[in-house]
Nanobody
Framework: QVQLVESGGGLVQAGGSLRLSCAASGRTFSSYAMAWFRQAPGKEREFVAACTSSGGRTDYADSVKGRFIISRDNAKNTVYLQMNSLKPEDTAVYYC??????????????????WGQGTQVTVSS
């Protein structure tokens, strides 16, 4: 089992940058595929980005492609989401999630086994 704790959210102006971190407990972090999702008020939770257990393959939602970068440091049991050129529509609670096959990148919420509590990102115009 793994526990996930997100950090790094906050208030930023449009065009700015933030880096989210998700720290995982447990010794098997390097075997999990990891992803970021987000949920804006009144909307469903949506996929943002994912990477395989090695970080060798990634996937991004079209809405963030070219602006966000997912990466991980398995030695630190941490996955990151670098968010650049932020827009007001990026405002949401951001969640990290872990999937225990490790090799599968999927956008399906139901595929992920563990979730963090979320961190708020607010982008002002």
């Amino acid at each position: 089992q793994v526990q996930l704790v997100e950090s790094g959210g906050g208030l930023v102006q449009a065009g700015g940058s933030l880096r989210l971190s998700c720290a995982a407990s447990g010794r098997t972090f390097s075997s999990y595929a990891m992803a970021w999702f987000r949920q804006a008020p009144g909307k469903e939770r949506e996929f943002v980005a994912a990477c395989t257990s090695s970080g060798g393959r990634t996937d991004y939602a079209d809405s963030v492609k070219g602006r966000f970068i997912i990466s991980r440091d398995n030695a630190k049991n941490t996955v990151y989401l670098q968010m650049n050129s932020l827009k007001p529509e990026d405002t949401a609670v951001y969640y990290c999630a872990a999937e225990d096959t490790g090799w599968m990148i999927t956008r399906r919420l139901s595929a992920y086994d563990y979730w963090g509590q979320g961190t708020q990102v607010t982008v002002s115009s």
